[in-house]
């Protein structure tokens, strides 16, 4: 048609990247005693009794267990809270952190 024009509008959209995960792993030792780490796995990381038993096992067992994914901030900050909690309580209850693959 004469005298009309064509708009065309271009949307360029941002794609936001997930950010990372992180595991939290509870390692064992031959010195904290169970029921101290299923108290620091309920308060830490608000496991029932079975979860928190099932993960002290599972670290007794094969030398370490995850214990829970998030984003790196929050990895780190639970694995510092459980570590205080062991640290409370006199033992030597260690949770790190490591990327998730």
Do not use: W
């Not at 390692?27 to 496991?47: E, G, H």
């Not at 510092?80 to 006199?90: C, Q, S």
């Amino acid at each position: 048609m004469p005298g009309s024009s064509t708009n065309t509008t271009t949307r360029i959209r941002a794609e936001v990247a997930r950010p990372k995960l992180h595991k939290v792993i509870l390692l064992n030792d031959d010195y904290t005693p169970r029921d101290v780490v299923v108290i620091v796995l309920k308060s830490a990381f608000r496991m029932d009794e079975a979860g928190a038993h099932k993960v002290m096992l599972t670290a007794h067992q094969l030398g370490s267990c995850v214990v829970a994914v998030f984003t790196r901030e929050i990895a780190e900050t639970k694995a510092n809270e459980a570590n205080e909690a062991g640290r409370r309580l006199e033992c030597p209850l260690t949770f790190t952190t490591e990327p998730e693959e």
